[in-house]
């Protein structure tokens, strides 16, 4: 179809929806023409917050022809720049100019790959920045969405379009092949190639990328962890353990960008024994999605890009557990579940890195949009290969009762009654010294089916370990992670640096207790001179969450149990009495009770913000009194 011939149609009586992905190229011939109507509810849900994302992304593109260097661009109003990884957008844009027929998203299309240029280096990568300097890893991320695009919707293309967007793919796909191994960067990378060189090797019918896509995929089984098949290797080196032993892993990144390419792969070459293995890497990874579709990564080696619904810069977790829906239904709603909550984070068109943004006034990066509206595109492009994912059966955390303990993480995940809970004490820390995520026997998440998440750990300190793929922290940096500190000479002192606490659980008559053996240790990991040892308890049953510190020092010396409660601005709060609390949630009253009086952190503004995981919080201080060693408090949900 020629450009000029490009004609507006509705998007009911348009809404072609092409081949399934693993149909031969070429064969564009056979679409089948269908209307919203005809999808799933997941798929409709897709469809539609696809095209919110689609137009606010058109919304904020670049229309500058003086200006070469930003024209056809999005600009990120957060960031006030522009992300080289822009051009991902092409294949939801190619996606919604097919499906919808408007004139609108094709031009899109074609202003951004014109932009493009100035992200290309002259080996045939692209650069995460427009500086050619800077990391051009992710041109395996940028190939793929332009394989896809082009393989779906090329027909749309001109010739002459279509044969400089071949080009220009091939060439990348190209510098994959020679410059990734099983030992470049991250494990994301290695695994996301093994899919890009089976996919575009059969687009453009070129043996030696699938030949070096089979090397890579018979090496997957290293990098899985036992007992629990999770992925390891979100580190350099990849293979490097901890003090305990642990190996470097992030669910957010395995979750929604390693697992993906690992699953397409294994399905488009019908390798029944791997898809069997990924099976079971998705079920020892589905435990960590919470009822409300979030992704627990309180304690990742990647923690500083964790937002409450995945991972700051990776994909989305929609096309590997919406295409393994057959093999367990559960990946399916979790699929479906991560989905419903991208689009509660969305704000003014645009996906927001967590809840509470725009409670915040925070601006959200225009990166969280063009790379997961890539995936929702795939699902759409995959009708019959998505129809299977829906809400019918329940994740693990939504009916587990008890404790599981992680022992490649050190991570244990609790439940009772409708209580969810993790504790960790994985002492992995990727990259930077003080980039430390939930550690030290920290109650990293817990969350009540009725109001949500009441805690989740942030780093220690917010550190913009990616500067050009993390936002700023809006006002103090307040670390959100519960823990007891204690300041001396302005040092401080946390259990949150402790990378060698203890953790024992017990659940008896009803009762899940986790008890920690810690001490204050500040950010370079030594321990306070005097009292150090902590002891920490946090018990949970049908009705209530305790917890519980006990020190060994009777002295006031500042020890302070610190409890960010979840809360975002506008929840209304009332103080009965010194000891008690009450904060006011759209779906219940948030009551705590403690022996000691609560105090408020003074703050700037109503809340403070945490950019992990996107959370505001109610900062509760229970300064221990001269006399007392123990601080109990209670939480209930009225």
């Given at each position: ?32 023409q269908i209307n919203l109507e005809d999808l799933t509810a997941f798929q409709k849900q897709s469809f539609n917050l696809l095209k919110t994302w689609c137009d606010a992304m058109i919304r904020d593109q670049v229309n500058n022809e003086s200006d070469p260097v930003t024209n056809g661009t999005l600009y990120c109003y957060a960031c006030k720049t522009v992300h080289g990884r822009a051009n991902d957008a092409v ?357 009540h089916e009725k109001v949500g998440p009441l805690f989740t750990a942030s780093m220690a300190e917010y550190l913009m370990v990616e500067p050009n793929n993390q936002q700023p922290q809006p006002g103090i940096d307040f670390c959100i992670t519960p823990r007891v500190e204690r300041f001396v000479d302005e040092v401080w002192y946390t259990n949150i640096h402790d990378l060698k606490a203890k953790v024992e659980v ?133």
């Amino acid at each position: 179809m020629k450009r000029r011939n490009f004609v507006n149609v509705s998007t009911m009586a348009g809404l072609g929806l092409l081949l399934p992905w693993y149909s031969c190229k070429g064969n564009t011939d056979h679409q089948k023409q269908i209307n919203l109507e005809d999808l799933t509810a997941f798929q409709k849900q897709s469809f539609n917050l696809l095209k919110t994302w689609c137009d606010a992304m058109i919304r904020d593109q670049v229309n500058n022809e003086s200006d070469p260097v930003t024209n056809g661009t999005l600009y990120c109003y957060a960031c006030k720049t522009v992300h080289g990884r822009a051009n991902d957008a092409v294949y939801p844009f190619m996606y919604m100019a097919d499906a919808t027929g408007e004139k609108k998203y094709l031009d899109a299309a074609l202003k951004l790959l014109d932009w493009s240029v100035n992200v290309n280096g002259p080996d045939g990568s692209w650069t995460n920045d427009i500086d050619p300097k800077s990391w051009n890893g992710i041109t395996v991320f940028g190939a793929i969405a332009l394989g896809e695009a082009l393989h779906h919707h090329g027909h749309i293309l001109s010739k002459e379009d279509k044969t400089k967007w071949d080009a220009r793919l091939k060439d990348a796909i190209e510098f994959v092949y020679n410059r990734f191994d099983m030992h470049f960067s991250h494990i994301n990378y290695r695994f996301t190639s093994v899919y890009a060189l089976y996919f575009l090797g059969t687009y453009f019918n070129e043996e030696k990328y699938i030949k070096r896509s089979d090397e890579f995929a018979a090496l997957i089984p290293d990098y899985l962890t036992e007992p629990n098949k999770l992925i390891f290797g979100e580190d350099k080196p990849d293979n490097d353990k901890s003090a305990k032993g642990l190996y470097p892993i992030d669910i957010g990144y395995n979750v929604e960008e390693t697992l993906n390419g690992v699953v397409q792969y294994a399905i488009l070459k019908k390798d029944e024994n791997l898809l069997k293995l990924l099976t079971e890497s998705m079920n020892g990874h589905l435990e960590f999605i919470l009822p409300d579709g979030s992704w627990d990564n309180s304690f990742g080696t990647r923690q500083n890009k964790w937002t409450y619904w995945g991972s700051r810069t990776t994909d989305g977790c929609q096309p590997a557990f919406a295409l393994m829906a057959d093999r367990n239904p559960a990946f399916g709603n979790a699929a479906v579940l991560s989905t419903e909550l991208l689009e509660r984070c969305t704000v003014n068109g645009l996906l927001a890195g967590g809840l509470h943004y725009e409670s915040h006034g925070v601006k959200p990066c225009i990166h969280h949009t063009f790379s997961h509206a890539k995936n929702l595109a795939f699902v759409l492009d995959n009708l019959e290969a998505t129809k299977l994912a829906n809400k019918e059966t329940p994740v693990p955390r939504a009916i587990n009762d008890g404790v599981k303990h992680f022992p490649e993480l050190d991570v244990w995940l609790g439940a009772r009654g409708p209580w969810k809970s993790t504790v960790s004490s994985y002492d992995q820390i990727w990259k930077k010294p003080y980039s430390v995520a939930g550690t030290g026997g920290a109650l990293s998440v817990l969350w009540h089916e009725k109001v949500g998440p009441l805690f989740t750990a942030s780093m220690a300190e917010y550190l913009m370990v990616e500067p050009n793929n993390q936002q700023p922290q809006p006002g103090i940096d307040f670390c959100i992670t519960p823990r007891v500190e204690r300041f001396v000479d302005e040092v401080w002192y946390t259990n949150i640096h402790d990378l060698k606490a203890k953790v024992e659980v017990n659940d008896i008559n009803g009762l899940v207790n986790f008890s920690v053996n810690t001490t204050l240790t500040n950010r370079e990991k030594e321990v306070v001179s005097k009292d150090s040892e902590f002891q920490l308890n946090y018990l949970f049953d049908k009705e209530t969450a305790t917890i519980k510190a006990k020190r060994t020092s009777k002295n006031e010396n500042g020890d302070t149990l610190v409890l960010p409660i979840i809360s975002k601005t506008g929840e209304k709060v009332v103080q009965l009495s010194e000891n008690i609390i009450e904060i006011y949630k759209a779906e219940g009253v948030v009551k705590v009770t403690s022996n000691v009086a609560i105090k408020i952190k003074t703050m700037e503004k109503a809340r403070i913000f945490n950019q992990v995981p996107g959370m505001e919080v109610l900062p509760i201080l229970l300064v221990f009194p001269k006399g007392t060693t123990e601080i109990k408090t209670t939480i209930t949900i009225i």
